[in-house]
């Protein structure tokens, strides 16, 4: 079965920076691109970026640019999303999923990992 | 940047359909998905490529993409369908989702 297991999220301080980490098992990791999304609980889906297969190309929502930064381990397989200067806003569940490129669409999600931005 | 429409909320009563849609300029012309998230759970992959089901999701969802909208049809709608909606569409190569829209059946 494919699985994906977000870490890394907890509590850090307005300017500080976190790595958060998906596990994936169950599909082979380095065939498929990758995402990130989050969510304010209680709001919305916002799509942050995606990753393609082999790490070389990536792409970004405008509005986090030059602060987040997604990579991935295929050895390790394992995906990551660096988020620097860390503001009250980013404060969300942050999901990482699964992108089924034939068929336009993002198959699995994993269940999360919450990250509270808060002095 | 590509914006995708849906109303927040739609009321349907146990048995009956329910309608979902999603509005954006010419959503037609490009592949879309919905996606359904219960409380304190991940989404779920209920539609995709429009109107294609992924294994293990009923066939009382269904789906349609035309013009500027798109629509989620859930027939025969059941309590467990109670969740929220969510549309997902591609801008080049960027993910857009919609705001999403609470199903209340009742």
């Known amino acids: 079965d494919v699985q994906l297991v977000e870490s890394g999220g907890g509590l850090v301080q307005p300017g500080g920076s976190l790595r958060l980490s998906c596990a994936a098992s169950g599909f082979i990791f380095s065939n498929h691109w990758m995402h990130w999304v989050r969510q304010v609980p209680g709001k919305g889906l916002v799509w942050l970026s995606r990753?393609?297969?082999?790490?070389?190309?990536?792409y970004y929502v405008d509005s986090v640019k030059g602060r987040f930064t997604i990579s991935r381990d295929n050895a390790k397989n394992t995906l990551y999303l660096q988020i620097n200067s860390l503001r009250a806003e980013d404060t969300a569940i942050y999901f990482c999923?699964?992108?089924?490129?034939?068929?336009?669409?993002?198959?699995?999600w994993g269940q999360g990992t919450l990250v509270t931005v808060s002095s | 940047s590509y914006v995708l429409t849906q109303p927040p909320s739609v009321s349907v009563s146990p048995g009956q359909t329910a309608s979902i849609s999603c509005s954006g300029d010419n959503l037609g012309a490009k592949y879309a998905s919905w996606y359904q998230q219960k409380p304190g759970q991940s989404p779920v992959l209920v539609i995709y490529?429009?109107?294609k089901r992924p294994s293990g999701i009923p066939e009382r969802f269904s789906g349609s993409n035309s013009g500027n909208t798109l629509t989620l049809t859930i027939s025969g709608t059941q309590a467990m369908d109670e969740a929220d909606y969510y549309c997902q569409a591609w801008d080049n190569s960027i993910v857009v989702f919609g705001g999403g829209t609470k199903l209340t059946v009742l």
């Open positions: 999923a699964r992108e089924f490129a034939s068929r336009w669409t993002v198959d699995y």
């Open positions: 490529q429009d109107d």
């Open positions: 990753i393609n297969s082999d790490g070389r190309s990536t």
